[in-house]
C-alpha cells in the first residue's frame, strides 16, 4: 500500500496512495445506507470513496455502532 506524504501534489492518472488510479463507478445504495456511509466517513475524516476502499481492503471495520444506527433507522420508518 502507498501512503500519501503530507503535502503531496495530485497528479491526474498518477496514483497516490493506492498502487492504481481510482475510476468513477455507479451503484444504487439506499437512502439509510447512504447515510451509515456518510456518517461513518464523517467520523473518520475520510471521502466515501476512501472509506469503502478501505474497507474493502480489510483497513476499516464496521462494528456494533453501525448495526445501532442502522437499527434506528429502520424503526423510524
Known amino acids: 500500500m502507498r501512503v500519501k506524504q503530507?503535502?503531496?501534489k495530485r497528479v491526474k492518472g498518477v496514483p497516490v496512495q493506492w498502487e492504481e488510479v481510482k475510476v468513477q463507478k455507479m451503484?444504487?445504495?439506499t437512502?439509510?445506507?447512504w447515510q451509515l456511509i456518510d456518517a461513518r466517513a464523517a467520523e473518520l475524516n475520510l471521502s466515501?470513496?476512501?472509506?469503502?476502499?478501505r474497507t474493502f481492503r480489510g483497513l476499516?471495520?464496521?462494528?456494533?455502532?453501525d448495526?445501532?444506527?442502522l437499527n434506528s433507522?429502520?424503526?423510524?420508518?
Open 67 to 69: 448495526s445501532t444506527l
Open 27 to 29: 451503484i444504487g445504495l
Open 73 to 77: 433507522q429502520d424503526n423510524q420508518s
Open 60 to 65: 476499516i471495520t464496521w462494528t456494533e455502532f
Open 6 to 8: 503530507k503535502n503531496q
Open 31 to 33: 437512502p439509510t445506507v
Open 48 to 53: 466515501r470513496s476512501e472509506l469503502v476502499e
